[in-house]
Structure formats: structure tokens, C-alpha cells
């Protein structure tokens, strides 16, 4: 029997506490076989019987894009959704840095157990070794399968593969495309995709949404989706569904995501039945470009390179309205380089984040509203030459003077942290399946391999692991070892979930308020940024709670959203994802609030150590924490987290 | 600043669609043309009236979702900028701006600046890109490629499809867009083996899509944000020669 939980005195119940959960795909025994003793002992589908089988992918990004064309070359037929009016548009385009592997071309020391060891570590520990090691095994495939696709990663002279470092490792393992390698790696799996789609083995349908998913006896078989031009619901069916549908950040309105990129498949999904696993870990990037006005519609992040040479500063007196140039140097705070003398401003993403954060809390923040610090390239420009960061930078300072017309070369650039990335993700076992049999999920849309906090060049990484070689075996042997009957649309659950959809559509456009869908986005997105953004607080996440039920009922009371149904009408798409972030962002400050420590990218201002670090408390909290919904409370599900390789160890930067 | 945007309203395909004209008040320089476009949709929603329909996505200028030809240009007046890194700024208190879509036979419109560019796909998968199968890759290192192919593969391959380049020309031709990745692919070691099919089919593809010709215009190049040279579709057309006497 579940039991109740009360927080504290006065505390209503937010949760119960249901049953541990285990993963039970992953082989034990040795760590490097696993993969490889999993793959041995799957389920075959013999080739010619691949083409009765019909799988559904939703997405179209790394993850989606990579499975599409990979199932589709192996026999599959493939119906691929997404919402844009491409399958190239896919927000992982926007990706700058590079892509991780464990090539070891620099005879650097590096192999797959260190980017294994690196990755847990990283992840602060919330992470399962066997998925984590996976992933370090499969780096290296996927730079051979990408170079063989024409992608074009920087070169040598020698035209051998160039790696730099990032992201705090000591190895030089990351390969790049300038700053565009996930829009490189994305149009090698567009092009795969767009193939398959040309040789009519997958079935795309572009600028269309999956609104609802269709479980039948227990497995997904199928989804039901908007085409946005026509406004006409269908549902499709087939014998397994994969989300490849992203995360979850804009939640918080505000953040470094594509303005289209939203939670509505993974929350119908865990509405379906499919248990959310730590959505308090969301990542927020140190070097952003501020916001400039109450306008703002997202936030636009520079590569954190900038950090090997900028130097991170704000003025020592609050409210100091000086011009940089004004402000001497006696009078300047290199707060980085003052509290971590060793690592200065290349500390980790999160603690970068963080002191900015204090910095502006405290009154000394720069720019509009006094969200900023200033990243200044001024000895970088005096120690090498302005041709020599040109050289390095130029295109970011180029997109820094696009956006905010000032000159990084003349006035030092005013950068602020937002959210970036989110590890949470709908639960997943070894082999990507979720807790609903027959539904799959791939790349950011599931949790499984980042624990607390996700490395640099680590996301490219694991979207085209999971969809290029982790998934189509593991979905083979689903449909190889399941005996899935026939599903015909006339099934009572397509129609009931069809009358769902409908009828909610419908209710969003009856309502005819006074208040724009944007307007709550915007509210919901402040609220969860104070009380669930850098710092959390168990008095600011209860104040979160408490409003976050009241905003969504005023939502469904005064939304208006013009037009109908029956054609293109983005006022109702974004509706429709609002009144999901509603319900989801209170599961977040849910997980967030039940998680008294702290980890990785989920702070929590109580459990840190006298030095302001994220103090874990292993004791109580090594699990990934899978939420299950019941239209009430959610019951919290625990997977304890075992270390067999990887000791537990407290991160130190300082 | 207070701006007149004079605005292409369009229902549907079939509808005739017309300029409609909107007075802004108080837009900040610092806001970007979509954002800008934002609080005016804020505005008809609260008014009762159906806000402007356009496609948007990263707004980084990466993904290529974005665009609209602003005061006749494609994408605006600043060079290698997309819609939604154009910020106010470039313009002045008073102005009056037209905002209509991408303008070619082979892109009808769909609403409001929102057009069909689905033949960009269709041309990208009758032959743009390099058949290998997941899992049959070589090791990466086994094939070493020249610093500076590998360099001008990479120009080629910044193209974000977004189709200023085809509403731009006066042909309405999309052959900035096909020689690009063509460019990219063919130059390749990788690519070689599809080298005269690729450029073949995807030269078919774009005429059956009704995309024009070339005629050496060059407006493409300068509206294309992603700087693709002209001398790209020089080298299309030498591929496609050198593909035709091979075959």
C-alpha cells in the first residue's frame, strides 16, 4: 500500500510513495559486455517479415531522424510526424559545440571507460552505469557513420578528423563543425531520412502534431495527431510507437529552445501511463544573451567557449549604472576568479549559473533590469591581438552584435544564464522502453543517460546513440518476442481518445477570455524560473505549488484563442502546449520539491556545503525518482541507483 | 518607434489575399522583426482578430523556418541576417514596412507569410545525400580528406533551406539551394560513387517542382543568409554537364 507523505508541518500532500522499480533489461556482470550480451540475446525479426511491421516515430531530430531512417533501411514501415514544416527544422540544428567520442585520435589517454567515468561523474551521479557505458561505447560508431554520410567535421592538414576539448574534460575528445555541428549532424540524418521517405519506406508527415497517445490492452499501438494546415484529426496505428519529441524547457517560457519545441507528447504519454523520471534536472547555461525587454520571445545562447578567454566581471558597488569603460579597475569584481582561484571562469556550467545569479540577486548585476554580468575580452584582446580573437570568436561576437548592436571588440558582452537543456525525460529501461509496453523513447525526450547534469558535446551524442544503434535492435526484439493482435480504428479506446482531443480543442477555443495563451506562458515561465530555475527553495516551491493550480484554472476560465479548428491556427497550437506546461510545470516543482538535496543541476539551497556547493545526500536520494500519474497526487516510483565501477565521490571545483 | 507595416493577409490557398495596413506603437529597437510581429499578435488576439501566420522555429537563424520579404527584400535589408536575427533597430521611427512571403511559383502560399517549401525535400531526397546504410561505415579515419575540400564542403553545407534564395530570383529558380548541396556532396571522396546520379536527379527533381532557371542574376547569393557563393551554381552546372557525357 502506498503511503502518504506530508511535508513538514502544515504540509499538505503533494505525493505518495508507491513501489520501488527496477530495470530489468540490463544484463548484469562484466560492464563492457553488457551491451553486447543485451544485443546477443534479443529477438530477431527475419528481414522479410520486417515489412508487415509498422512502427510510428514522432520527431524528426537526432534522435527521431536517425531511428526514421534506421528502421526504415532495415524494413520497417515507418510513419514519421513533426511539426515543423521539414523534418530539417528539428531544434537540434541549433546545437554549436561539437559532439563526443571516445576516438582517442590524440593519444590523450582517453578511452571508453574514461568518457564512461567522465559522464557519471558529470551526471553528478544520478545516471545508471550500464546506459552510460553504452553510450561511451557506441561514440565512436557514430563518427564513422557520420564522416561515411558526407558531414562535414573540421579537418587537419593532414585531412585527418580535428577534436578540441570542452566542457571541463581533460581530453580532447570533441568533434566539431565549426559552431554548427548539430546542424551538420542533423542534415546527415535529415538526408538518410529524406531517402527513405523518397524510396517510400517511411510515411512523413510534416507540420503535423501528435496530440494524444492510443494504448490499446496495455501497449501503445498508435497515436492520434493535428494536421496544422487542415486541422483534421487522425489517428494512426501501428505496432510500436517511438517519442522522439525533445525536452521539456520551455516550461519556463523563457529559454534557449526552439519556440515550437514542447512536453505535450511525453505529458500525454505519462497521462497514457508512462512514468516521468526526474524532471527537477534541467540544465541552465551560463553564457547567454541577456533579455533586453518585456517583449522578449526566447533567449539565444553563445558557445561557452567564449569562457576560455572572456573574463567574467561586475561592478563592486550595487547599483552601479557606470559604463564599463567607466568603471576602474580597483572597482570590478572577477567574482570567478576570486571565489575559484583553480578553475577561475571555466568552473562548471551550473556553478558559473549560479554565482551569476548571486551576483545580480545582490544588486550588482549590468544591463536592462540588472540581469547581466559582463564576459569582457578586453586583456584578451590586449594578451593576443584583435585579429587573433577575431579569428577564434568572430562568428559569435558577430551574432552577439546582431542581437544587442553593441561591439564585443569595444564594450565587454553582458551575458546571463537560462535554460538550456533538461535531463529528465520520460522513464526508460535498458532497452528505451518506457513503462508502457510498445512505447519507445529516444534522445532528450527520455532521462537515461545524464543523471543530475549533462556534459558538453554529451546531448548530439546520445540522440544519435539511442537512434542510429540503441533503439532498432531493442524494437526488433519487441516485435519479435510480442504477439501483437490487430487493431482496427473502430477499436473504443481510438475513439475515445479522438472524442479527447476534439473536445479539448474544442473547450480551448469556447472559452473566449480576456487573456492571450502567451500571456499565461509568460506568467507560468517567470513562476518557475524564481522557484524552479537556479535555486530552489522548499518556501519558493511551495509558493510555486500553490499558484501553479490557480494559474491553470484561470487559464481554462479567460484564455482566448481566435479562429477554429479546421485550419492552420497557431493561437490554438499554442494553447494546446500551454494548458500541458500547467500540469507539467507542477510536477516539476513536485520532484523538485520531494529531492531535499542537491545534484547537479537541481540546487537546492539547503543542502549545500559551507563553500556553496550542490552537497548530494546519497544516503537518502541515489535513485532516479519515476513519477507515476493518477490525476491527483503522483506516486513517486524509486529505482535505486547502484555504483559498481564509478565510487561516489563529492564534486570539487574550488 | 512608431511604424505602418503594411502587412500580406491571406486565409488559405484559395483565397485572394491582400495588404492590410497596421499602425505599431512604442516598438523597441532591440526587439527582433518576429518579436515585434509577437506584440502585434498579442494585440489582434485581444482585438478579436486573427494574428499574422508565420512559420518560426530556433529563432537563432539556424533552423530556417523563418521568412518573410521585408520591403521587397528577402529576409530584410541587413546581409546574411535570417527574419529573426533582424532586429528594430535597422529601422527608423516612422517607417513604413511591407511584410509579404516568399513570392515563387513552386512555394504556394498557405496562410498569411506562411508557404509550401516542401519541394526543397523532395529535391534533397531524389538525390541529396550519400547511401549508407547505419552500421556499414568505414572507420572514420580510413578515408583522409584535403583540409580545403573539406572546408568548401562545409560552405556548402551551412544552407539552411529556408528559400530566400528562391524568392529572390526572379526565375523563382532554386538553383542556389540544389548546387549547394550538390557542391557539398560531390566534393567529397565519400559522395563519388553517386556523383553523376545525384546531380542528375536532383536537377530533374527541381524542374518537375517548378522551380525556373538560371539566368545568372545573382540576387540569390545576396539574399541568402548563409552567404552560399554564386559560383556554386557554376559548379552545379559543371557536374551536371560532366554527369550527362558520362552517361
Redesign the interface.
Given at each position: 500500500m502506498p503511503e502518504t507523505t506530508s511535508l513538514g508541518s502544515g504540509g499538505s500532500a503533494y505525493w505518495t510513495v508507491g513501489d520501488d522499480i527496477a530495470d530489468t533489461a540490463a544484463p548484469d556482470g562484466p560492464i563492457e559486455t553488457r551491451w553486447d550480451r543485451r544485443k546477443f540475446s534479443a529477438k530477431l525479426v527475419n528481414p522479410a517479415n520486417r515489412r508487415k511491421h509498422t512502427v510510428i516515430v514522432v520527431g524528426t531530430g537526432l534522435a527521431g531522424g536517425?531511428a526514421g531512417?534506421?528502421l526504415a533501411?532495415q524494413g520497417y514501415n515507418v510513419i514519421q510526424f513533426c511539426f515543423?514544416?521539414?523534418?530539417?527544422?528539428?531544434?537540434s540544428?541549433?546545437a554549436q559545440g561539437g559532439i563526443n567520442a571516445a576516438?582517442n585520435?590524440r593519444n590523450d589517454g582517453d578511452s571508453v571507460y574514461r568518457l564512461f567515468y567522465d559522464t557519471v561523474k558529470g551526471g553528478d551521479f544520478r545516471a545508471r552505469e550500464s546506459n552510460v557505458y553504452r553510450l561511451a561505447q557506441i561514440s565512436t560508431?557514430i563518427?564513422?557513420?557520420c564522416?561515411?554520410?558526407?558531414v562535414?567535421?573540421?579537418?587537419?592538414?593532414?585531412?585527418?578528423?580535428d577534436t578540441r576539448s570542452f566542457g571541463g574534460v581533460q581530453v580532447q575528445r570533441t568533434f566539431y563543425?565549426?559552431g554548427?555541428t548539430g546542424?551538420?549532424l542533423l542534415?546527415g540524418a535529415?538526408?538518410?531520412l529524406?531517402?527513405q521517405?523518397?524510396a517510400g519506406a517511411v510515411e512523413?508527415h510534416?507540420r503535423t502534431e501528435m496530440l494524444d497517445l492510443i494504448v490499446i490492452d496495455g501497449r501503445a499501438r498508435g497515436i492520434v495527431a493535428r494536421d496544422l494546415?487542415t486541422g483534421k484529426i487522425t489517428p494512426y496505428l501501428a505496432d510500436a510507437v517511438v517519442l522522439a519529441t525533445g525536452g521539456y524547457g520551455n516550461v519556463f517560457f523563457l529559454s534557449?529552445n526552439?519556440?515550437?519545441s514542447n512536453t505535450t507528447a511525453t505529458w500525454r504519454a505519462h497521462r497514457r501511463g508512462a512514468l516521468f523520471a526526474n524532471p527537477c534536472y534541467t540544465q541552465i547555461h551560463p553564457t547567454c544573451i541577456p533579455r533586453?525587454?518585456e517583449?522578449?520571445?526566447?533567449l539565444?545562447?553563445m558557445s561557452e567557449s567564449l569562457r576560455n578567454d572572456g573574463r567574467i566581471w561586475v561592478p563592486k558597488q550595487k547599483g552601479d549604472t557606470r559604463s564599463p569603460d567607466q568603471i576602474p579597475e580597483a572597482e570590478r569584481d572577477y567574482y570567478l576568479e576570486r571565489i575559484y582561484p583553480a578553475f577561475g571562469n571555466l568552473v562548471p556550467r551550473d556553478i558559473a549559473s549560479r554565482a551569476a545569479k548571486y551576483q545580480c540577486d545582490d544588486g550588482r548585476g549590468v544591463g536592462p533590469g540588472g540581469l547581466g554580468v559582463y564576459l569582457d575580452f578586453a586583456d584578451a584582446i590586449k594578451r593576443m591581438g584583435e585579429d587573433k580573437v577575431r579569428e577564434k570568436y568572430g562568428n559569435l561576437f558577430e551574432?552577439y552584435e546582431?542581437?544587442?548592436?553593441e561591439d564585443p571588440y569595444k564594450v565587454p558582452m553582458r551575458i546571463y544564464p537560462a535554460v538550456h537543456y533538461t535531463m529528465g525525460g520520460l522513464w526508460v529501461d535498458y532497452d528505451l522502453q518506457s513503462s508502457i509496453p510498445g512505447l519507445f523513447v529516444v534522445g532528450e525526450a527520455n532521462f537515461s543517460d545524464h543523471g543530475a547534469n549533462r556534459l558538453g558535446a554529451s546531448a548530439l551524442m546520445q540522440g544519435l546513440a539511442d537512434g542510429?544503434?540503441v533503439l532498432?535492435p531493442m524494437l526488433g526484439n519487441y516485435i519479435a518476442s510480442t504477439k501483437l493482435g490487430s487493431v482496427s480504428l473502430d477499436d473504443p479506446a481510438v475513439t475515445s481518445v479522438i472524442g479527447e482531443v476534439t473536445g479539448r480543442l474544442g473547450r480551448l477555443l469556447e472559452i473566449n477570455g480576456?487573456r492571450?495563451p502567451?500571456?499565461f506562458h509568460r506568467e507560468l515561465g517567470e513562476l518557475i524560473w524564481d522557484e524552479c530555475g537556479m535555486g530552489r527553495t522548499e518556501a519558493g516551491l511551495r509558493k510555486a505549488l500553490a499558484r501553479i493550480p490557480e494559474l491553470r484554472e484561470e487559464f481554462w476560465r479567460r484564455v482566448?484563442?481566435?479562429?477554429d479548428s479546421g485550419?492552420?491556427n497557431?493561437?490554438l497550437e499554442k494553447a494546446n502546449r500551454i494548458a500541458d506546461f500547467l500540469e507539467f510545470g507542477e510536477l516539476l516543482c513536485i520532484d523538485a520539491l520531494h529531492r531535499a538535496e542537491s545534484c547537479g543541476g537541481h540546487f537546492r539551497e539547503e543542502s549545500q556545503t559551507p563553500d556553496g556547493e550542490a552537497l548530494r545526500d546519497d544516503e537518502h536520494f541515489a535513485y532516479a525518482a519515476a513519477w507515476e500519474y493518477t490525476g491527483g497526487a503522483p506516486v513517486l516510483h524509486r529505482e535505486p541507483l547502484q555504483f559498481d565501477y564509478v565510487h561516489l565521490a563529492q564534486r570539487n571545483y574550488s | 518607434m512608431n511604424l505602418t507595416l503594411r502587412i500580406w493577409r491571406q486565409?488559405?490557398p484559395e483565397d485572394r489575399g491582400a495588404m492590410v495596413t497596421y499602425e505599431l506603437a512604442d516598438v523597441?529597437?532591440?526587439?527582433?522583426f518576429?518579436?515585434?510581429l509577437?506584440?502585434l499578435n498579442?494585440r489582434?488576439?485581444?482585438e478579436?482578430?486573427?494574428?499574422v501566420?508565420f512559420?518560426?522555429?530556433?529563432?537563432?537563424?539556424?533552423?530556417?523556418?523563418c521568412g518573410m520579404v521585408i520591403n521587397g527584400q528577402a529576409h530584410g535589408p541587413?546581409d546574411r541576417?535570417t527574419t529573426c536575427?533582424l532586429?528594430m533597430?535597422e529601422f527608423a521611427d516612422g517607417d513604413v514596412i511591407d511584410v509579404e512571403p516568399w513570392r515563387a511559383a513552386a512555394f504556394p502560399v498557405?496562410?498569411d507569410l506562411?508557404v509550401?517549401?516542401?519541394g526543397?525535400?523532395?529535391i534533397?531526397?531524389?538525390g541529396?545525400?550519400?547511401?549508407?546504410?547505419?552500421?556499414?561505415?568505414?572507420?572514420?579515419?580510413s578515408?583522409?580528406?584535403?583540409?580545403p575540400i573539406?572546408?568548401a564542403?562545409?560552405d556548402n553545407?551551412?544552407c539552411?533551406?529556408c528559400g530566400a534564395c528562391v524568392a529572390a530570383c526572379p526565375n523563382g529558380s532554386a538553383m542556389l539551394f540544389t548546387s549547394a548541396k550538390v557542391t557539398?556532396?560531390n566534393l567529397?571522396p565519400?559522395?563519388a560513387p553517386e556523383r553523376e546520379s545525384r546531380v542528375r536527379d536532383m536537377v530533374a527533381q527541381m524542374d518537375e517542382e517548378g522551380f525556373g532557371g538560371c539566368t545568372n542574376t545573382g540576387e540569390c547569393t545576396v539574399a541568402c543568409p548563409k552567404g552560399i557563393p554564386l559560383t556554386s551554381i557554376g559548379n552545379l552546372n559543371r557536374e551536371y554537364l560532366r554527369a550527362l557525357t558520362k552517361r
Open positions: 536517425a531512417a534506421t533501411e515543423q514544416d521539414s523534418p530539417r527544422r528539428a531544434h540544428i541549433a576516438k585520435y560508431q563518427i564513422d557513420q564522416v561515411a554520410q558526407g562535414p567535421f573540421a579537418r587537419e592538414y593532414s585531412g585527418l578528423l563543425a565549426r554548427q546542424q551538420q542534415i535529415y538526408q538518410a529524406s531517402r521517405i523518397d512523413m510534416p494546415v534557449t526552439a519556440k515550437g533586453s525587454g517583449y522578449q520571445g526566447k539565444t545562447l551574432m546582431r542581437i544587442t548592436g542510429y544503434f532498432p480576456d492571450t502567451d500571456s482566448k484563442v481566435p479562429g485550419e492552420l497557431q493561437s | 486565409r488559405g523597441s529597437p532591440d526587439m527582433s518576429l518579436e515585434m509577437d506584440v498579442e489582434l488576439i485581444l478579436g482578430e486573427d494574428p501566420a512559420d518560426h522555429d530556433c529563432r537563432e537563424g539556424i533552423c530556417g523556418m541587413r541576417t536575427q532586429h533597430r498557405m496562410r506562411v509550401d517549401r516542401s526543397f525535400d523532395r534533397i531526397g531524389s541529396g545525400y550519400i547511401s549508407v546504410v547505419t552500421g556499414s561505415a568505414p572507420e572514420a579515419h578515408t583522409p580528406v584535403p583540409k573539406a572546408d564542403a562545409f553545407a551551412t539552411i533551406g557539398h556532396l567529397l565519400q559522395g
